[in-house]
């Protein structure tokens, strides 16, 4: 006679518990989860599914595979997520998240309230902000992603869409800031639209409110708010290749250290200003702690990647030759701890309502949505601050490369 499946027992007792497992012969639970970190309350387990990892997290009110086997591994769930199908490692969701059938869910990634995609996603050190929605059959790996007010007035991306990440020279200095992270938090501004069957190569930074057209391939940046984008067909170009030019060397590096300086905001922000606001929640603070580690290994793939391509730069001019020199500090500038105590300081303006609503049990959304101007600003302000002072700084090792001189 067969035996019980790895994790029998371990189902038993969460249903004892009151999750719901309709077929707990069907359930894969590793030796290491932790059932005290399983909510019993509102859980569903469909059958088929498998969770693995000691730092696993299921909050309440989370449904997994309600339409095909969930695999989960190393994963932190907060309140209402529903994973419906697909593989999901080393990933963060709060409340609300969802994703569809299919999903393909890798390391480094942190969907916020109520992000989400549909059938066939792939995403990996991807940051999706509240509201933001994927469409079907996209890959939308290293970016981060902001803009929209709620569920009907969100961020989307369009039906097979490509976050081009990778380079012939295998070259990952990539990553796409679609919004910011100063303004993005406050989630007043205007949603951003990726048409479907389009792609974006990356690294580029959209600003917000901007549209652009279905089957579009977007190659360079749209600063401005509130664009229309149509990208025309490139012309045909058949020449020699050369490996590594890096012609566009400076704003390359630009665009790469302004990611990581934005990943610096959104932690000061996570750790002075929502850090409440998951306290309120069960299972909270290990949700909260999960997120900073997805923000931590998104700055670290991020540096990772800059170092790697600097290692492959001829110094052939004075400002090369200084980054090749100089690659540790400019590196090192990029850490939190370089970031002055001062500027970590939350603005009174901003802290005092967000305490108040947190203590009067407030949601995180609705708080940060009830703000007034003056708060917002002040809020902006910091951020900014956060992310100009670590250009800066990253910036003066090679003063010959000229960074951020029109910033």
């Given amino acids: 006679m067969q035996g019980k499946p790895r994790g029998f027992d371990k189902a038993i007792q969460l249903i004892e518990r009151g999750v719901d497992i309709p077929n707990p012969w069907s359930i894969d639970i590793g030796d290491d989860v932790d059932v005290d970190r399983i909510s019993a309350d509102g859980v569903t387990i469909h059958p088929g ?5 000691a730092s696993t997290v299921i909050s309440a009110g989370v449904q997994l595979g309600e339409e095909a086997p969930v695999t989960l591994q190393d994963c932190r769930l907060g309140p209402d997520v529903r994973l419906k199908g697909g593989y999901f490692s080393r990933s963060v969701f709060l409340e609300a998240a969802s994703m569809a059938l299919g ?32 469409g079907s059959l996209i890959n939308f790996c290293d970016v981060l992603m902001a803009g929209g007010t709620s569920r009907r007035h969100h961020s989307e991306v369009g039906s097979s869409y490509i976050h081009f990440n990778f380079t012939p020279d295998g070259n990952k200095t990539t990553a796409s800031l679609f919004g910011d992270v100063p303004r993005g938090v406050m989630l007043d501004q205007p949603p951003i639209f990726l048409g479907g069957q389009g792609g974006t190569v990356g690294p580029v930074q959209v600003g917000f409110g901007t549209v652009v057209g279905a089957g579009s391939i977007l190659r360079d940046d749209v600063r401005e708010d509130g664009l229309l984008v149509l990208t025309p067909p490139t012309d045909g170009i058949r020449r020699p290749n050369t490996p590594r030019r890096y012609k566009r060397l400076a704003p390359l590096l630009e665009k790469n250290i302004g990611y990581v300086a934005n990943l610096l905001a959104l932690e000061a922000w996570y750790r002075g200003v929502r850090r409440p ?11 909260l702690e999960g997120a900073l580690e997805m923000l931590e290994s998104a700055r670290e793939e991020r540096t990772k990647r800059l170092a790697a391509l600097i290692t492959t730069i001829a110094p052939d001019t004075e400002g090369r030759r200084q980054l090749v020199e100089h690659r540790a500090e400019l ?12 500027l970590l300081i939350v603005p009174e303006a901003l802290a005092a309502p967000l305490a108040t609503a947190a203590v009067a049990g407030t949601p995180y959304i609705a708080a940060v949505q009830a703000l007034d101007t003056a708060a917002k600003e002040a809020g902006t302000g910091w951020l900014q601050a956060i992310i100009d002072d670590t250009c800066t700084r990253a910036a003066g090792p090679v003063p010959d490369m000229g960074l951020f001189e029109t910033a």
């Fill in 103 to 134: 999903a393909h869910v890798r390391e480094g990634t942190l969907l916020e309230e109520q992000a989400g995609g549909a059938h066939t996603v792939g995403l990996k050190q991807t940051i999706l902000f509240p509201f933001v929605t994927l």
């Fill in 49 to 53: 599914c498998r969770i693995h990892g």
């Fill in 331 to 342: 590196l090192e500038a990029c850490t939190p701890d370089r970031i002055p105590a001062p």
């Fill in 277 to 287: 606001f998951f306290a309120a929640q069960e299972f909270g603070e290990l949700v």
